[in-house]
């Protein structure tokens, strides 16, 4: 087998893209959605394996910064769009795009890479961690009621559509960015993505509606979802389906939950991407017929070690020595020094000095936003302490006030 790997040119995107829908399970996209994926795509960051005249594997990344904790906006690669032909299996091709993607990542200097797996278990291979996970919720609405706090009903909702919808939910996503690790700031563009709404998208259910929260005629909230009507003998059994809700205070917050579950003739409210922290737990009157249940979502590869240790802050002050593993991106691999005061100034420098903790690249992308505890990875045998007590210490230091989050898909 000959293959060529190159980068995508525009009049191949067609071909690239039906090669991923392909692997994907073969359900094409709608002519919306594709416009938009095509329209987002960044040509130079797209790369394809071509098999004679064939287009048989696909990988492509985005630009944008990502939150991390301390609020800082890191230059990050998320990685999208990989596939492998289901002909061409188990021949080293997506090895072969996961080696040119990170070498083309540290060539722009972005410290981190990220992405959002189909199967988790392929990309710990190449050095990612899961760094974030999600929330669902299947609400009974029926038999769960909110306590909402004081000035939830100054709140004023009002339905909106097109341009003022986009810019209204893009002001709020925007002043929350920094407060979330895992968060993405994307460029312009984007903001179509968060209400495309294709119909195969429904699934039976209504077109995507967008719900503002004011308060004194400033938007402080928002939620989008879709309402699918269901009717029994007994009576309406309708769903809401939560696309996103955010807001900026809490009684905005209260606001819009406290709407989705009084929507006329629905009983079920659902939430398939909520922070593991997210405060409608505290608001509910029984957790338990709320159906919580989590999964990863966000995974993390530190490219350069050095620069993403240092753009973040830590908790505590810390002084550690990593033994990093990394034989895929052997220039990670050897001693760091992580130091970090308590005002947030980190430095992440090479060094000869005896290691305190020896771990893989992985586990520094699993701990790297915050949300995960490096102690749990000492206790699973993935953290090996050389110094007594380092674990504690640095455990401690790396804990985000908030859980990371990945409030929308790229």
């Known amino acids: 087998m000959t293959t060529e790997l190159r980068v995508l040119r525009p009049s191949e995107w067609n071909e690239w893209f039906e090669c991923l829908e392909l692997a994907f399970g073969g359900v094409p996209e709608s002519p919306e959605q594709r416009e938009l994926e095509e329209a987002l795509t960044e040509y130079e960051r797209s790369v394809g394996i071509w098999d004679g005249s064939d287009v048989v594997a696909t990988a492509g990344a985005f630009s944008f910064r990502l939150a991390v904790p301390g609020g800082a906006l890191v230059p990050a690669a998320g990685v999208t769009m990989v596939s492998v032909a289901a002909t061409h299996r188990r021949r080293g091709l997506l090895t072969s795009m996961m080696r040119r ?58 339905y909106a559509k097109g341009d003022e919808a986009v810019a209204a ?41 967008c719900l503002l929260a004011e308060r004194d005629g400033e938007v402080v909230g ?17 769903r809401v389906s939560v696309s996103d809700l955010a807001a900026l205070d809490p009684a905005a917050y209260a606001a819009l939950w406290r709407f989705l ?24 009157s029984d957790v338990r017929r709320c159906e919580v249940r989590i999964r990863d979502s966000l995974h993390v590869r530190l ?35 992580l130091t970090a005061d308590a005002k947030g100034g980190a430095s992440c420098k090479r060094t000869d000095d005896a290691a305190d903790l020896e771990l893989s690249v992985r586990e520094l992308g699993t ?37 990371p989050w990945l409030p929308r898909g790229f």
């Not at 893009?170 to 209400?195: D, I, M, N, Q």
């Not at 928002?222 to 309708?238: A, C, E, N």
């Open 101 to 158: 993607q990170l070498d083309d990542v540290r060539a722009l200097g972005e410290p981190i890479a990220v992405l959002t797996a189909s199967e988790p278990v392929i990309y710990g291979r190449y050095g990612y961690g899961a760094a974030t996970r999600q929330m669902s919720l299947e609400i009974d609405t029926d038999r769960v009621r909110l306590h909402v706090p004081e000035g939830t009903d100054a709140i004023r909702l009002r």
């Open 303 to 337: 490219v350069d070690v050095g620069a993403a240790l240092e753009a973040r802050s830590y908790r505590a002050p810390v002084d550690v020595v990593f033994e990093v593993e990394d034989a895929f991106c052997p220039w990670n691999a050897g001693r760091w020094r």
């Open 261 to 284: 579950f009084g929507i006329d003739l629905t009983s079920t409210v659902e939430a398939r991407n909520r922070p593991v922290d997210d405060a409608v737990l505290h608001l509910v």
């Open 222 to 238: 928002y939620t989008t979802y879709y309402i699918k009507p269901d009717w029994t003998m007994s009576g309406p059994r309708g």
């Open 169 to 209: 939910c893009e002001s709020v996503y925007a002043r929350l960015v920094a407060g979330r690790p895992g968060t993405p700031a994307h460029g312009p563009g984007w903001e179509r993505k968060s209400l495309t709404d294709p119909a195969s998208a429904r699934q039976g259910g209504s077109a995507l509606q």
């Open 367 to 403: 701990v790297y936003l915050g949300g995960e505890s490096l102690g749990s990875l000492a206790l699973a045998g993935r953290v090996r302490e050389l110094r007594a007590g380092a674990v504690a210490e640095v455990s401690s230091a790396f804990l985000s006030d908030v859980a």
